[in-house]
């Protein structure tokens, strides 16, 4: 496995919660790094990453002000940092490359938010 999210579970809504990735050191050398999700029954979405070559930052519109991207480089590790919670960020949440590749999916971390 080359990336591995972590730090789901279930939290009420208003909630925070933080995500880890953890992954292989040539991935985040070569590789700006996002978060995605997949709610039941919808496609799989950008929430939030890195752009190539330096350290800003994009958002989805719909976690905006809530959620936070942030890294440790010699960790190998990026995180997300979900604040104010809402049932709709219920989902099963993924860490890939931005723009994603195929081959770095990994099983993802549920986050499930209860009203």
């Known amino acids: 496995v080359q990336l591995q999210a972590s730090g789901g579970g279930t939290v009420e809504a208003g909630g925070s919660l933080r995500l880890d990735c953890v992954g292989s050191g040539d991935i985040f050398s070569n590789n700006a790094m996002g978060w995605y999700r997949q709610a039941p029954g919808k496609q799989r979405e950008f929430v939030a990453g890195?752009?190539?070559?330096?350290?800003?930052?994009n958002y989805a519109d719909s976690v905006k002000g809530r959620f936070t991207i942030s890294r440790v480089n010699a960790k190998n590790t990026v995180y997300l940092r979900m604040d104010s919670l809402k049932p709709e960020d219920t989902a099963v949440y993924y860490c890939?490359?931005?723009?994603?590749?195929?081959?770095?999916w990994g099983k993802g971390t549920l986050v499930t938010v209860s009203s």
């Open positions: 890939n490359s931005n723009p994603p590749r195929v081959r770095y």
């Open positions: 890195f752009t190539s070559g330096g350290g800003i930052t």
